[in-house]
């Protein structure tokens, strides 16, 4: 009996002590970790790397300030190098070797949904700053960009309005093209446009050769009616897919084109000129004249040290969500996971765009919606936005599988996927 009490004390001295290992440098570091994931090489580089630049200036802002809960903050920066697996190990590390407080990171849809099982096993959080495709709620997420209600279906209702007829849906293949396509094939059918007058096409990441896509498009808009492409094209495609448009003749006067994933940094790579008057749709632009958005891109030309350095949408959520978590720290006086999470919700903090956008039970914010034309500049001239903030829907109206689905991670809900017709949480 002596011997069996001795081992199990000695055994729980031990596992006290691996607990306290594991604990303590959270606890007792002299730094909060922030962690940063985003690609900074491969496809996707030529549109994340601002965003970890934004959040290396949103981290020395804030320890200028004085830091959070009396630490200042450090920056773990790590490259995912444009590879989906490789997010999922970056974001392990992140939590378990570097214990960071929070992280902000991933762009396409396919990255996130890479990491989601990591943030959600370790009870990590993560802010998401890129539209996507909705059809999720996370409690470990929280989703800074668009919803499709929040940028593709007001872009379609614009162009609508514009008298377009025929619809082609251009993406790259994977999954936020993918899913918000059904979304706008179901929500044009709905609005009465044929099968026929809809035309859904996608390519690899890094497409290059778009000649016989071009033409294909410019032969689909020849049959006497009004046509318009909505492009989910993401990453460095983008660029030879705009300079074929230019070689092509098309010009947005003849097939106008709406993005979702090109903004200011995209366009500094090209020539605009043969671009002019085509549209994308975000809930920022860095044309937006108030005094928030001039300081904001005094700041960020001064921190880079370009004076000819452009700011986008993407970058602006990830100063909303950054400032949210601070906030939501400051209001539970913790960064462990759990208290954060639930302090956030409700919370409120200044756009770039003149408002102040809200943390909902959902997981996402409100927004407001713009549509702006390219300049010559490089610039977007906005030519329609809402007349206030609309609150981004995790699950559409318009798919059979999701419009009965609401997200409230709130207690005593606390579910992603609550079906109202059924009752239940779990769709």
């Not at 630049?53 to 903050?73: C, F, H």
Request: aromatic share 8%.
């Amino acid at each position: 009996m002596q011997l069996s009490f001795s081992r199990r004390t000695v055994m729980g001295l031990v596992a006290g002590a691996l607990m306290s290992a594991v604990s303590l440098p959270a606890m007792a570091a002299d730094t909060i970790k922030v962690g940063i994931l985003h690609s900074l090489s491969g496809t996707m580089a030529i549109s994340e790397t601002t965003l970890k630049d934004v959040m290396l200036m949103l981290i020395e802002e804030q320890n200028a300030k004085g830091g959070l809960l009396g630490k200042k903050l450090e920056a773990v920066v790590v490259d995912p190098a444009s590879n989906w697996p490789l997010f999922a190990e970056k974001a392990r590390e992140l939590l378990t070797k570097d214990k960071v407080a929070a992280t902000f990171g991933c762009w396409t849809s396919v990255s996130r949904k890479s990491v989601l099982p990591v943030f959600e096993e370790l009870n990590g959080i993560l802010f998401y700053p890129v539209q996507y495709e909705g059809e999720e709620s996370s409690p470990n997420i929280f989703y800074t960009g668009a919803a499709p209600n929040q940028q593709a279906i007001p872009a379609v209702d614009y162009l609508m309005n514009q008298g377009v007829k025929r619809w082609v849906l251009e993406g790259t293949d994977y999954v936020y093209p993918r899913t918000t396509n059904k979304i706008l094939e179901a929500y044009l059918k709905a609005k009465g446009v044929a099968a026929d007058d809809i035309s859904v096409n996608y390519t690899p990441f890094g497409h290059a050769d778009w000649q016989t896509r071009v033409a294909a498009i410019k032969k689909f808009g020849s049959a006497g009616k009004k046509t318009a492409v909505v492009s989910t094209i993401n990453g460095d495609a983008n660029v030879p897919f705009y300079k074929e448009l230019g070689n092509a003749g098309l010009k947005a006067t003849d097939i106008p084109v709406v993005a979702f994933s090109v903004g200011e940094e995209e366009l500094a790579g090209i020539d605009t000129k043969p671009l002019l008057g085509h549209l994308a749709a975000w809930n920022y632009f860095q044309s937006v004249d108030n005094a928030d958005n001039k300081a904001f891109i005094e700041k960020w030309q001064k921190f880079t040290k370009n004076p000819k350095r452009v700011t986008n949408d993407p970058m602006e959520a990830h100063v909303i969500g950054f400032n949210m978590w601070v906030k939501a720290v400051e209001k539970a006086g913790t960064t462990d996971s759990t208290p954060v999470r639930d302090a956030i919700i409700g919370i409120s903090v200044p756009n770039l765009t003149g408002g102040y956008s809200a943390m909902m039970p959902n997981h996402h914010i409100t927004k407001p919606v713009l549509i702006g034309e390219i300049q010559g500049n490089g610039q977007f001239e906005v030519v329609w936005n809402t007349t206030g903030l609309v609150v981004g829907d995790e699950w559409s109206d318009y798919l059979d599988g999701s419009k009965d689905l609401i997200a409230d991670h709130r207690a005593p809900m606390k579910c992603g996927n609550f079906n109202v017709k059924t009752g239940k949480c779990g769709g």
